[in-house]
């Protein structure tokens, strides 16, 4: 099972941000927040990740809350192109396997 | 650029036949995965193989069985298909020599659909 929980689905409007939520309240020391996207008709796209510290990437931004139960990913200038299903995943730093879950779809609207 | 490539986007088989899925990574890596996507399901891991010839299960691996022969093919195999094997069927791979990374490259996506 997910140890995640994301909304299922969220609106936001072309250029502005887009801040998505993640709540991974059972979070254990040595476990890792990853983001994936998965745009329609394609496998899914690593996005970020982090552990404790806040990060940035060329793609977004991950905020991760000090207690680490919660995280949320920004899309800093929301286009059309980042409507998508995201996946917050939690794992253990270099883990084979991630548990995917239902994650939230995005719709950035003009 | 790296690729994560699958035999076929779409296929149609009939219940009973053995089905084969396709696997290539031209990135020359050790871990290559099997899921399959539902809608309101998500994705779920059915087999992965961290090395050549080597093996282990997903969370759904019933139904299901896979082969690594070779360290950039990974295939999933249907014994016998049955309608409930309709779904999405994703690879993916990654290395852990990456470390901490964790990042898993996707194959584009097989639409199999039992009949």
């Known amino acids: 099972d997910a140890k995640t929980t994301q909304p299922p689905s969220m609106d936001c409007a072309e250029g502005r941000a887009a801040n998505l939520p993640c709540n991974h309240s059972t979070i254990s020391g040595n476990e890792y927040v990853y983001w994936y996207r998965q745009i329609h008709s394609q496998g899914p796209q690593y996005i970020i990740h982090?552990?404790?510290n806040n990060e940035t990437n060329e793609m977004a931004s991950l905020i991760i809350t000090e207690d680490r139960k919660s995280s949320t990913l920004i899309l800093p200038h929301a286009t059309l192109r980042d409507t998508a299903v995201y996946y917050c995943?939690?794992?253990?730093?270099?883990?084979?396997?991630?548990?995917f879950g239902k994650g939230t779809k995005l719709t950035v609207n003009p | 650029d790296v690729k994560v490539t699958q035999s076929s986007r779409y296929l149609v088989k009939r219940t009973g036949e053995k089905v084969f899925l396709e696997c290539v990574q031209d990135m020359d890596h050790e871990n290559m995965f099997w899921y399959r996507q539902d809608p309101g399901l998500g994705l779920r891991l059915i087999y992965f193989?961290?090395?050549?010839?080597?093996?282990e299960k997903g969370d759904i691996p019933e139904g299901y069985s896979v082969s690594r022969e070779k360290k950039e093919r990974f295939s999933l195999i249907l014994e016998s298909a049955s309608t409930n094997q309709t779904s999405m069927y994703l690879c993916a791979s990654s290395s852990p020599g990456t470390g901490l990374y964790n990042e898993q490259f996707f194959g584009p996506g097989t639409r199999l659909t039992v009949l």
């Open positions: 982090g552990l404790k």
């Open positions: 193989s961290y090395d050549v010839k080597m093996k």
């Open positions: 995943i939690v794992a253990q730093g270099g883990s084979e396997k991630l548990v």
